[in-house]
């Protein structure tokens, strides 16, 4: 799915957007909302990173 970004002109022009976009949903359908933009924000914290398994293996409990 192809997303955009949406730029805003003032501070109530995103207000009334981010209302529109939630205000007709459900709460389940809120809270998936919620959750497909925190996974989408998050996405370059979830692949772990070179350093941080070298770090686990120097300092793997034994």
Same mark, same amino acid.
Request: net charge positive.
């Given at each position: 799915?192809?997303?955009?970004?949406?730029? #805003?002109?003032?501070?109530?022009?995103?207000?009334? /957007? #981010?209302?529109? /976009? #939630? #205000? /007709?949903?459900?709460?389940?359908?809120?809270?998936?909302?919620?959750?497909?933009?925190?996974?989408?924000?998050?996405?370059?914290?979830?692949?772990?990173?070179?350093?941080?398994?070298?770090?686990?293996?120097?300092?793997?409990?034994?």
């Amino acid at each position: 799915m192809k997303r955009e970004i949406k730029i #805003f002109k003032s501070f109530e022009e995103q207000e009334k /957007y #981010f209302l529109e /976009y #939630f #205000f /007709y949903k459900t709460p389940s359908e809120r809270l998936k909302a919620l959750a497909d933009l925190q996974k989408l924000n998050n996405k370059d914290f979830l692949i772990p990173s070179q350093r941080k398994i070298t770090i686990q293996k120097h300092f793997r409990w034994t």
